[in-house]
């Protein structure tokens, strides 16, 4: 199973590889016994967040509208920055708060605000709002890289600091916050900065939370410096690299004309770290 972790958030957004167990945990129960379908072009949208209305403005039927309204523009910002078009439809289950925190509390060591599983889960709030928002751009990411490339396992700083880049593109965000940064230089000052190996596995999952946050961070941060240091285009050719050859090595020699480890090296020294 990949599990991943978002980083620095109430509630944290995480990844999942669809397994067997997990099928049947997630089951397709919501609060009432059904969910609310409702289709767009690349999206099928199944709704249980507990609203009082179907009708109006804060009722049921606008609160989808505009769930499937903000996954194509994702999609369409996928496309655009990183030339990802899942060729299938995507399924995106949006639940109760409550429900998907009974339903799903043992699957985390931390409160979820979302995970891909073979398919979208959301924690849903009630209102469409900026962070809701976020969460759908990041686990498309995860979903457009499961659709193309099935059964590739990525290293979990990859998935995730793709996802964490696409995430923060989404409102406009171009580099880490100053408190990313700040973050960041603790970690190095303290000597945790992880190495790309430790970060290498399919997921977070054995991360607590704190370390689980540091990962998140800097997977982001490595991602980010490849996009300041050698440009967004480079960024896309990495990826489609990767999926095409299923190698990072390979990827990164395409992209960048440097090994991995070169990279890597590169981003410890921005960081003020010689060894
Ligand atoms: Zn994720």
Redesign the pocket.
């Known amino acids: 199973m990949n599990r ?1 972790v ?1 980083r620095a958030t109430a509630f944290l ?3 999942l590889m669809l397994s067997p167990g997990l099928a049947l945990a997630i089951g397709n129960a919501g609060a009432d016994g059904h969910f609310e379908r409702r289709e767009s072009f690349h999206f099928t949208l199944f709704q249980d967040v507990d609203l009082d209305e179907s009708g109006g403005l804060h009722g049921s039927r606008h609160f989808e509208q505009e769930v499937l309204r903000q996954l194509e523009a994702a999609y369409d910002l996928l496309d655009s920055l990183l030339s990802l078009r899942p060729g299938h439809k995507i399924e995106v289950y949006v639940w109760d708060a409550q429900i998907f925190d009974r339903r799903f509390a043992g699957l985390f060591k931390f409160p979820a605000a979302g995970f ?1 599983g073979g398919a979208i889960h959301i924690r849903g709030e009630e209102r469409v709002g900026g962070r809701l928002v976020q969460v759908l751009h ?2 498309l990411v ?1 979903a457009a890289f499961d659709a193309a490339a099935p059964r590739f396992s990525l290293p979990a700083w990859m ?2 600091g793709v ?1 964490e880049w696409f995430e923060a593109r989404s409102v406009s965000k171009r580099s880490l916050s100053g408190g990313e940064r700040n973050a960041l230089a603790n970690v190095v000052r303290h000597g945790a900065l992880y190495s790309l190996a430790d970060l290498s596995a399919p997921s977070f999952q054995g991360f607590t939370p704190d370390a689980a946050g540091i990962a998140y961070l800097q997977s982001y941060a490595f991602i980010n410096f490849l996009v300041e240091t050698h440009g967004e285009h480079d960024l896309v050719e990495f990826v489609s690299a990767v999926i095409r050859s299923r190698s990072l090595e390979r990827g990164a020699r395409r992209a960048y004309r440097q090994d991995l480890g070169d990279l890597e090296r590169a981003f410890r020294r921005s960081l003020g770290v010689h060894s």
């Open positions: 991943c978002s957004a995480v990844a891909y990041h686990e995860h998935n995730e996802a």
